[in-house]
């Protein structure tokens, strides 16, 4: 599986952003798919995932009521749609790809974007 992401920017604080990640290889719509992040100095953070189906969707708290994942699996697409960002969601986005679900760690997924800078101002 091979995985594309894109989207991120440069927003101020409060302002919106959709981050997308393309999916190309067999049988790439079975996966669950997952968004992480990572800001500098720190490690690679869990932001959400989705089941291949679309029907269960999962959240880190810090994001929880403000982003929401879904997929198009028609298109091979996960999208992030990010909302009500703050300084502290400033990081590298990387989509990522795993058989199973469930798994909150990086370690868990099995392939990985080259991730997407999103930058929040103050």
């Known amino acids: 599986v091979q995985l594309q992401a894109s989207g991120g920017g440069l927003v101020q604080a409060g302002g919106s952003l959709r981050l997308s990640c393309a999916a190309s290889?067999?049988?790439?719509?079975?996966?669950?798919m997952g968004w992480f992040r990572q800001a500098p100095g720190k490690e690679r953070e869990y932001v959400a995932s989705?089941?291949?189906?679309?029907?269960?969707?999962d959240y880190s708290d810090s994001v929880k009521g403000r982003f929401t994942i879904s997929r198009d699996n028609a298109k091979n697409t996960v999208y992030l749609q990010m909302t009500s960002l703050k300084p502290e969601d400033t990081a590298v986005y990387y989509c990522?790809?795993?058989?199973?679900?469930?798994?909150?760690?990086?370690?868990?997924?099995?392939?990985w974007g080259q991730g997407t800078q999103v930058t929040v101002s103050s």
């Open positions: 990522a790809a795993t058989p199973n679900w469930g798994s909150r760690y990086p370690s868990g997924y099995d392939y």
């Open positions: 290889g067999r049988t790439s719509s079975r996966y669950t």
């Open positions: 989705v089941r291949w189906s679309g029907g269960s969707t």
